[in-house]
Nanobody
Framework: QAHVTEAGGGSVQAGGSLRLSCEVS????????VGWFRQQPGKGSWGIAM???????TVLSSLRGRVTASKDNSQNILWLQMDSLVPADTGTYTC?????????????????????WGRGTQVTVSP
């Protein structure tokens, strides 16, 4: 079964940048999906970037221009580069991998039987 580990969170001032990593092991990258999710304080979690086998990496439209996602094939890492951070970017960033499914922006659509989730990394952006 896949194992997912996130890293790179922290506290930054508005305007700063962070680069998050999602390392996935035990995962066949010829199929399936790896996704980044964000849960802002007091809100539900939602997908912000998706990598799907055979498809280009996709970032939530409202974040494009500030957030980019890229897949490092040599290290099996999905990077999340976040620039021009604002306080609204504060939240818990979690990564998930599912070798048996397409990508879903809604985390509740992911199959609990086949998806692996990381523990998340906290991002705090101060004004």
């Amino acid at each position: 079964q896949a194992h997912v580990t996130e890293a790179g969170g922290g506290s930054v001032q508005a305007g700063g940048s962070l680069r998050l990593s999602c390392e996935v092991s035990g995962f066949d990258f010829s199929t399936g999906c790896v996704g980044w999710f964000r849960q802002q304080p007091g809100k539900g979690s939602w997908g912000i970037a998706m990598w799907e086998a055979g498809e280009p990496t996709t970032v939530l439209s409202s974040l494009r221009g500030r957030v980019t996602a890229s897949k490092d094939n040599s290290q099996n890492i999905l990077w999340l580069q976040m620039d021009s951070l604002v306080p609204a970017d504060t939240g818990t960033y979690t990564c998930a991998a599912d070798p048996a499914s397409r990508c879903w922006w809604n985390p509740r659509s992911w199959d609990t039987a086949t998806a692996a989730w990381g523990r998340g990394t906290q991002v705090t952006v101060s004004p």
